[in-house]
Structure formats: C-alpha cells, structure tokens
C-alpha cells in the first residue's frame, strides 16, 4: 500500500515563499503522475500543479509565475515551491499520485496559512 506524507505547511506572512513535500513509502514517484491540490474553507478542492512523465509540469493561472513544481532525482519526493504567498494562497495542500484511471492516492494534507 503507498502512503503519501505531506510536510512543511505552516504560518507565513504575505509576499512569503514556502516549499511543501510529498514523499512515498514503499515506492519511487518514477511511475506516477503527480498533482498538489488545495482545498480552502468552504470551498472545492482545486488544482494547482502537476508533474508528469519526463519532468513536464503544468500550473493553474492563480499560481503561474510563482509556485514550481518538481521531484527529486530518487523520485521519493515531489516538492511545491511557492512564492510571494497572498491570503488567498491559504488552504490544505493535498498531494495525489495517480498512475492511469485506477491507481490513485492521496496524503492527508499539509495546511498553509499566509497572513496578511
């Protein structure tokens, strides 16, 4: 069974950059794509970006510019870069491998607060 940990939320001010991980138990991220989703209070869970096959990333327009996504060379861990955070960056941060249709897994989340 994979299990997927999150780490490196916490409390920031805005304009502030934070990098949240994802790492893997019992495998490499060598075969999966990878998303960090965010969910905020009372609001749907959301894409912010992805990694897949050969190191092609993709972001959502809210964060294009300032967060970056990326793996390590063991392909244990897959990072969120995020930079000059705003309030409205505050939320859960989800981390999702998936490889095809079927195999999915999720962490349990890492949350980010950016005040203002």
């Known amino acids: 069974q994979v299990q997927l940990v999150e780490s490196g939320g916490g409390l920031v001010q805005a304009g502030d950059s934070l990098t949240v991980s994802c790492t893997a138990s019992e495998c490499t991220f060598s075969s999966f794509n990878i998303g960090w989703f965010r969910q905020a209070p009372g609001k749907e869970r959301e894409l912010v970006a992805t990694i897949v096959g050969g190191g092609i990333t993709n972001y959502a327009d809210s964060v294009k510019g300032r967060f970056a996504i990326s793996r390590d060379k063991a392909q244990k861990s897959v990072y969120l870069q995020m930079n000059s955070l705003q309030p409205e960056d505050t939320a859960v941060y989800y981390c999702?491998?998936?490889?095809?249709?079927?195999?999915?897994?999720w962490g349990q989340g890492t949350q980010v607060t950016v005040s203002s």
């Open positions: 999702r491998a998936n490889m095809g249709p079927t195999v999915t897994y």
